[in-house]
């Protein structure tokens, strides 16, 4: 009798992976992963090797939130540490991340084996779940627990430790399968279904209202949810808003889909919620964005709705009048069965949007007016808008950096009421980690290949993470990359000269670095442009040429709403 097929630790890992439906790796190479690699290669896996770990993260990231399905970062121990900021980056957006740790040998662990650190308790604060694997029996358990716990209730990143002497020990291929679940393929998610009696009650108090306003957040858009949004939002035309920082959820092909719940960033939304009598917040958290549901943000008088998929979203809104338990698909079914509509006051809201496009359309033209006839370098505003005049449907839009990102969230609403209906944007999510714009651009172009995908990134977050650009050209991946040239940290340039005393900034600025030659020297195109004449021209080049390319933009420093809104000079820089 012929002896069991054995296969190493990594390879189980792998295959663990491939049979939950992984779709792609991400990895900087190395020793202690390389059992994981060759599983991976039998596997069939597609794996993009990084140039540094933190992209390898990010890249995991930008998949996950364009598939909503979990997507692998594989790194060693000094690897992991690297990865930290992308594992910020991924809880704050609640992506579905596994990170996963070749870590140092568990038959010495604690006695200073090589790359030895705790890899488990550093992750803990950053995941849902962070675990070692201690059996190689148990790997693929492990990896059935980890995924279980990234795509249910509130999804988020998951990481798993495997020691080198597991990952590059031998067991049986069909090792820990001989107990329950026998199939751990992907599975369907379990849905929270609400409660007769709450539910009459939100539905009752919605109906009952005069101006009701509906905010839609990250528990939507990863329980694919946001179709039946606009479905109901369109039937009762109900005023619609996006939370800041977060994936747009709906076109302009829904009606009632209106822009940012940011006051700051599209002043209207001010006006419909501080006038709602019902505002109902859907896989949304009441924190700082939302001033944790407090006035002025949302009126004392006002009736705040919270409806979250899962109790660890509900844990965070304790604050609101009424809640309820509900999967975001389900209450918008319940929702649309409503017998009543709000035409009128979604029409004043839709019109407010119009004169707030033409109010910045006009001031706009003014400045850039003024910045042709005085010489001044280009408006960041007009540089966004110019940028998706350039773009088509369906084309990827990411955007990273401080007043960058900013700008372009205004531009991004302004261009949508002209008309333009983007395949989807990225950018930085809650805890505005600059330098995530060229992994979520590559991770755009890579399961969008057939589409235009630009970045419209800040000097200071091309810095932050610009070298990612290599993982482009080894993958022959490519992406238009348009500098905000404004030759420093602009956005902490301002906060400084409102708060200094002496009224200056200190230790934000750069040096005149030519972004578009780089790009050259790697062997792909690139453009300096100094006038807004030739912008236009050299967008269509590099779109043209096929290559990864570089449009270095130089702009001047203008403050955004946001930034003025929340830094006054000297007695307070608040960014709450």
């Known amino acids: 009798m012929s002896e069991p097929k054995r296969i190493r630790g990594g390879a189980l890992l792998a295959r663990a992976l491939k049979e939950k439906g992984v779709e792609h790796a991400f990895t900087l190479a190395g020793g202690f992963c390389n059992p994981a690699l060759e599983g991976f290669m039998e596997c069939q896996m597609p794996v993009i090797n990084c140039p540094h770990e933190q992209v390898a993260g990010h890249l995991a990231d930008g998949h996950a939130r364009i598939t909503r399905k979990p997507a692998v970062c594989l790194v060693g121990p000094e690897g992991f540490a690297n990865t930290v900021p992308a594992m910020l980056e991924a809880w704050g957006e609640r992506s579905p991340v596994i990170f996963i740790t070749g870590s140092s040998t568990l038959k010495r662990q604690g006695a200073g084996g090589f790359k030895e650190i705790d890899d488990v308790a550093i992750a803990a604060p950053l995941t849902k779940y962070s675990a070692q694997i201690t059996d190689g029996a148990r790997i693929s358990e492990f990896v059935d627990r980890a995924w279980r716990a990234a795509t249910t209730g509130y999804p988020g990143p998951v990481h798993l430790s495997l020691p080198v002497d597991i990952m590059f020990s031998s067991f049986q291929e069909d090792a820990g399968r001989d107990e329950r679940p026998f199939v751990r393929t992907d599975q369907p998610i379990p849905r929270a279904w609400p409660d007769p009696d709450r539910l009459r009650q939100v539905l009752d108090l919605i109906e009952n209202a005069d101006r009701p306003v509906l905010i839609g957040g990250h528990g939507i858009w990863w329980s694919g949810g946001e179709d039946k949004m606009a479905t109901a939002g369109t039937k009762l035309k109900i005023p619609m808003f996006n939370v800041p920082y977060h994936t747009k959820m709906l076109g302009e092909t829904c009606e009632a889909y209106l822009g940012l719940a940011d006051f700051h960033q599209y002043h209207p939304s001010r006006q419909a919620i501080q006038e709602a009598d019902v505002v109902i917040m859907v896989g949304c958290r009441l924190d700082n964005q939302m001033n944790f549901g407090n006035p002025p943000f949302i009126p004392a008088g006002t009736k705040l709705v919270c409806v979250n998929g899962s109790h660890e979203e509900l844990d965070y809104n ?26 009128d006051w979604l029409d004043l809201q839709r019109e407010r949007r119009t004169n707030w496009v033409s109010e910045w359309s006009d001031h706009i033209a003014a400045e850039s007016a003024s910045d042709a006839e005085n010489g001044r370098l280009m408006h960041p505003l007009q540089l966004a808008l110019d940028v998706q005049a350039a773009m088509k449907d369906d084309d990827w839009l990411v955007f990273d950096g401080g007043n960058t990102h900013f700008w372009n969230e205004i531009a991004t609403n302004i261009a949508a009421a002209r008309g333009l209906t983007l395949g989807g944007i990225l950018h930085p999510g809650n805890y505005s980690l600059l330098g995530v714009g060229v992994s979520f651009a590559l991770a755009a172009k890579n399961l969008n290949p057939d589409r235009t995908t630009v970045l ?49 900034h200190f230790a934000t600025d750069f040096r005149d670095i030519p972004f578009h030659t780089m790009f050259e020297g790697l062997g792909g195109y690139g453009e300096i442009v100094t006038e807004r004449e030739a912008l236009a021209g050299a967008l269509e080049r590099a779109i043209a040429s096929g290559k990864t390319a570089c449009v270095n933009v130089k702009c001047r420093g203008v403050i955004s709403p946001i930034v003025a809104a929340t830094s006054d000079k000297r007695d307070k820089a608040s960014i709450e």
Not at 466 to 471: D, M, Q, T
Not at 486 to 501: K, P, T, V, Y
């Open 318 to 343: 304790f604050g609101a009048d009424v809640q309820l338990l509900s999967d975001p698909g389900a209450f918008f079914d319940a929702l649309k069965a409503i017998d009543h509509d709000w035409a």
């Open 456 to 504: 419209v990134t800040g000097d200071g977050a091309f810095l932050s993470g610009g070298l990612s650009i290599e993982a482009c050209f080894q993958e022959k991946i490519p992406i238009v990359v348009v500098v905000d040239n404004n030759g420093g940290l602009d956005c902490i340039s301002q906060q400084q000269e409102r708060l200094f005393s002496s009224g200056r």
